[in-house]
């Protein structure tokens, strides 16, 4: 009796063995689109188990792929006729509409549709059903009797994928809106779903509908996650001094973190919009109790002031720093504070040795190796800016050792072959470059790569290195903020070394500089030297998007921005910068969804 219990269990296994192998086949001809043969092996699993809803309805697609459209129909008609499927109904419905029987196939859909009215929780499923065969009207009808049926239940996302596919844009957002009222923990993922169809352009017809939609809500049901959807719909469109506002009236709702505050004042400040963070950052400093918090929009804010000081507001910075200093203390907790007026005092006031004694100093504080190592790499950096690169070689090294495989210690690797770049030590630099290569931060892998590019690409060009010495002399005033000797040198190396390799590098390098000193038709210029004369180099893509930038944002030109950002998008889609490319072309060119 028990050696037959065996035997069963064995024939149980090898059978479910076999027939997940078949399966598997069958699955593998399908995907091929060799559908007579998965046919075969579909048919012969439909006879073991000829209640499987899988092999059926695998079997009806193979037949209309086959256009055996007789063949559907006979083995669906069979199955509804010992159970009235509503998937099964709907596959017939389709089948129907395939041979073009219009009137057949809606009442058919009618009838699964009218199926739900006694058995509600079957709405999802045959509206999945519909969904496979791109059926989105009957889809949306269903759902929609579902939101009266099963209010419970909320098919208000559903919807709204629907509407996203279909293009109606306003009802889409409709439905998303309606489920974020059902439920508001939800936001983010709608933030993520709509990303999509709104743009920079506030006068988008999209970003309107949305705009509107929000600002009706707020007015007839003011909660907390309106104003949170409002303030990143202004984001969106860069109008940080209207997110702020959104961001105020939710602080006063729930005043516990001052943390959306400090991210929209940061966002605002890296794109620029340098009153907004100094008023956010104000405001700040006006509710806040916290010092570390306090201490941290202090610092903002200077670093906003330094920009574009004069001699007499750089002195007033400076007495702004010293008084911080003294009011928060020399501590590890306020290193963040020493750093920032170590890099002012080096790098904007000049004063290099107050710098470096003032920075010492903080070394002698109980600090940890990482607080440690980024006192060091920035003493190093001002080693660098008074191109003392033996002394600033040893710091960065010493952070290597001390921190192995961390992030600052890959940054540490990178200036030391920036350095040894500078020095004209190319090989040396070439080496560390290598190794950087596989960074774990793609920043500094990216910057490692461009920098190994410049150099193997011109190391060879004469035996002296004159133009590549140049170059990174160049490069080397820049970092210490000698703009116009960095412009000056570029011209030599256009001068001496015209057609060279390095041309190109030194055309964009300058262009930069230009874009930084606002000569914008100086810049421009370069940049279309590039494209009439390099079109075929390394730095195409970066001269189209920056050209383009150029145009969009400062010199007027939308139109020809337009035609260089659609260059990239046709040109160039393997390029870091296709994705922006492809969002200014549509917002230039008008388009409803971004």
Same mark, same amino acid.
């Given at each position: 009796m028990?050696?037959?219990?065996?035997?069963?269990?064995?024939?149980?296994? !090898?059978?479910?063995?076999?027939?997940?192998?078949?399966?598997?086949?069958?699955d593998?001809?399908?995907? *091929?689109?060799?559908?007579?043969?998965?046919?075969?092996?579909? *048919?012969?699993?439909?006879?073991?188990?000829?209640?499987?809803?899988?092999?059926?309805?695998?079997?009806?697609?193979?037949?209309?792929?086959?256009?055996? %459209?007789?063949?559907?129909?006979?083995?669906?008609?069979?199955?509804?006729?010992?159970n009235?499927?509503?998937?099964?109904?709907?596959?017939?419905?389709?089948?129907?509409?395939l041979?073009?029987? /219009?009137?057949?196939?809606?009442?058919?859909?009618?009838?699964? &549709?009218?199926?739900?009215?006694? *058995?509600?929780?079957?709405?999802?499923?045959?509206?999945?059903?519909?969904?496979?065969?791109?059926?989105?009207?009957?889809?949306i009808?269903?759902?929609?009797?579902?939101?009266?049926?099963?209010?419970e239940?909320?098919?208000? /996302?559903?919807?709204?994928?629907? %509407?996203?596919?279909?293009?109606?844009?306003?009802?889409?957002?409709?439905? %998303?809106?309606?489920?974020?009222?059902y439920?508001?923990?939800?936001?983010n993922?709608?933030?993520?779903?709509?990303?999509?169809?709104?743009?920079?352009?506030?006068?988008?017809?999209?970003?309107?509908y949305?705009?509107?939609?929000?600002? @009706?809500?707020?007015?007839?049901?003011?909660?907390?996650?309106?104003?949170?959807?409002?303030s990143?719909?202004?984001?969106q469109?860069?109008?940080?001094?209207?997110?702020?506002i959104?961001?105020?009236?939710?602080?006063?709702?729930?005043?516990?973190?001052?943390?959306?505050?400090?991210?929209?004042?940061?966002?605002a400040?890296?794109?620029?919009?340098?009153?907004?963070?100094k008023?956010i950052?104000?405001?700040?400093?006006?509710?806040?109790?916290? +010092?570390s918090?306090?201490?941290?929009?202090?610092?903002?804010?200077?670093?906003?002031?330094?920009?574009?000081?004069?001699?007499?507001?750089?002195?007033?910075?400076?007495?702004?720093?010293?008084?911080?200093?003294?009011?928060?203390?020399?501590?590890?907790?306020?290193?963040?504070?020493q750093?920032?007026?170590?890099?002012?005092?080096?790098?904007n006031?000049?004063?290099?040795?107050?710098?470096?004694?003032?920075l010492?100093?903080?070394? !002698?504080?109980?600090?940890?190796?990482?607080?440690?190592?980024?006192?060091?790499?920035?003493?190093?950096?001002?080693?660098?800016?008074?191109?003392?690169?033996?002394?600033?070689?040893?710091? #960065?090294?010493?952070?290597q050792?001390?921190?192995k495989?961390?992030?600052?210690?890959?940054?540490? +690797?990178?200036k030391?072959?920036?350095?040894?770049?500078?020095?004209?030590?190319?090989?040396?630099?070439?080496?560390?470059?290598?190794?950087?290569? !596989?960074?774990?931060?793609?920043? &500094?892998?990216?910057?490692?790569?461009?920098?190994?590019?410049?150099?193997?690409?011109?190391?060879?060009?004469?035996s002296t290195?004159?133009?590549?010495?140049?170059?990174?002399?160049?490069?080397?005033?820049?970092f210490?903020?000698?703009?116009?000797?960095?412009? !000056?040198?570029?011209?030599?190396?256009?001068?001496?070394?015209?057609?060279?390799?390095i041309?190109?590098?030194?055309?964009?390098?300058?262009? @930069?500089?230009y874009?930084?000193r606002?000569?914008?038709?100086?810049?421009?210029?370069?940049?279309?030297?590039?494209?009439?004369?390099?079109?075929?180099?390394?730095?195409?893509?970066d001269?189209l998007?920056?050209?383009?930038?150029?145009?969009?944002?400062?010199?007027?030109?939308?139109?020809e921005?337009k035609l260089?950002?659609?260059?990239?998008?046709?040109?160039?889609?393997?390029?870091i #910068?296709?994705?922006?490319?492809?969002?200014k072309?549509?917002?230039?060119?008008?388009?409803?969804?971004?």
């Amino acid at each position: 009796m028990q050696q037959r219990f065996f035997i069963i269990i064995i024939l149980v296994f !090898s059978y479910s063995g076999f027939a997940q192998n078949s399966e598997a086949q069958a699955d593998s001809y399908y995907k *091929k689109a060799e559908f007579k043969k998965a046919e075969l092996i579909y *048919k012969n699993l439909l006879r073991e188990k000829p209640h499987s809803y899988n092999y059926i309805l695998k079997l009806v697609d193979i037949y209309q792929q086959l256009e055996q %459209y007789d063949d559907a129909e006979a083995l669906l008609k069979q199955r509804l006729s010992i159970n009235r499927s509503p998937e099964f109904t709907v596959a017939l419905g389709y089948n129907f509409q395939l041979k073009d029987s /219009i009137a057949t196939a809606n009442k058919l859909y009618d009838e699964a &549709i009218a199926f739900v009215d006694h *058995k509600p929780n079957f709405i999802y499923i045959i509206a999945k059903k519909f969904e496979d065969y791109s059926l989105s009207e009957q889809a949306i009808r269903l759902y929609e009797k579902g939101k009266v049926l099963s209010p419970e239940k909320n098919f208000s /996302i559903q919807l709204a994928r629907i %509407y996203g596919d279909q293009g109606d844009i306003e009802k889409m957002f409709l439905n %998303y809106i309606d489920y974020i009222a059902y439920k508001p923990n939800y936001l983010n993922n709608i933030k993520r779903f709509i990303s999509d169809f709104v743009s920079e352009d506030k006068d988008n017809i999209n970003n309107t509908y949305l705009r509107r939609l929000l600002l @009706k809500k707020i007015q007839q049901n003011p909660e907390t996650y309106w104003y949170d959807m409002l303030s990143w719909l202004y984001v969106q469109e860069k109008a940080y001094n209207k997110s702020f506002i959104q961001e105020k009236a939710l602080y006063k709702r729930n005043p516990e973190s001052l943390d959306r505050l400090i991210e929209l004042a940061v966002t605002a400040q890296q794109d620029d919009d340098d009153d907004t963070a100094k008023s956010i950052f104000n405001y700040i400093l006006e509710v806040t109790q916290d +010092r570390s918090t306090a201490l941290t929009a202090h610092q903002y804010i200077l670093e906003i002031d330094t920009k574009n000081a004069d001699a007499k507001t750089l002195q007033q910075i400076d007495e702004k720093y010293n008084s911080l200093l003294n009011e928060f203390g020399k501590s590890k907790l306020t290193l963040s504070l020493q750093l920032a007026y170590g890099k002012f005092l080096a790098f904007n006031q000049k004063d290099t040795e107050t710098a470096t004694t003032f920075l010492k100093q903080s070394l !002698s504080l109980q600090l940890s190796k990482f607080q440690e190592a980024n006192v060091k790499l920035l003493l190093a950096d001002i080693l660098v800016l008074q191109e003392k690169f033996n002394e600033a070689l040893i710091f #960065y090294s010493q952070i290597q050792a001390n921190l192995k495989n961390s992030i600052i210690a890959q940054e540490a +690797r990178f200036k030391v072959a920036k350095t040894s770049y500078y020095k004209g030590d190319f090989e040396w630099a070439e080496s560390q470059l290598n190794i950087l290569k !596989s960074s774990t931060s793609q920043l &500094i892998a990216n910057d490692a790569l461009d920098l190994k590019l410049l150099i193997s690409d011109n190391k060879h060009e004469d035996s002296t290195q004159t133009a590549l010495k140049h170059y990174a002399k160049a490069d080397l005033f820049a970092f210490q903020n000698k703009t116009e000797e960095a412009i !000056s040198l570029l011209d030599r190396i256009l001068e001496e070394h015209k057609g060279e390799s390095i041309t190109d590098q030194a055309l964009f390098q300058q262009a @930069k500089l230009y874009e930084k000193r606002k000569q914008y038709v100086k810049a421009e210029a370069n940049y279309q030297d590039i494209i009439k004369d390099y079109s075929e180099d390394i730095l195409i893509d970066d001269t189209l998007y920056y050209l383009a930038e150029l145009y969009n944002n400062y010199l007027a030109k939308p139109e020809e921005a337009k035609l260089l950002y659609e260059k990239i998008i046709f040109d160039h889609q393997d390029s870091i #910068y296709f994705i922006e490319a492809r969002k200014k072309f549509r917002m230039l060119r008008g388009d409803s969804i971004n």
